[in-house]
């Protein structure tokens, strides 16, 4: 019995059910934006975790491209130091 199974059972009502997780899925599949345009159709759970993985670098991506522009906005503004100073703590 491999150590997943046993540590599963010494920990009793802890365990997660494969319906649990099958809906755990579902609904993370419901949240990605390119799954939601394409049929009602069901993808593979390895599937749906590769592409949230993929979805969450993008945004992470987007976070570094947004927040380069943003810092490149604030220095050639004209806001009071004090402003800008307080916008940057923000993103900090």
């Not at 319906?19 to 593979?44: C, F, H, T």
């Not at 969450?56 to 004090?82: G, K, P, Q």
Request: charged letters at 30%.
């Amino acid at each position: 019995m491999s150590s997943r199974r046993s540590r599963s059972r010494q920990s009793g009502s802890s365990r997660i059910t494969d319906e649990q997780i099958s809906d755990l899925v579902s609904k993370l599949q419901d949240l990605l934006p390119e799954a939601r345009l394409r049929s009602n159709d069901r993808m593979p759970s390895s599937r749906v975790l590769q592409e949230t993985c993929d979805y969450i670098r993008n945004l992470h991506r987007e976070v570094d491209d947004l927040s380069e522009r943003l810092s490149e906005l604030l220095a050639t503004s004209d806001m009071s130091s004090a402003q800008a100073a307080i916008i940057r703590s923000l993103l900090m």
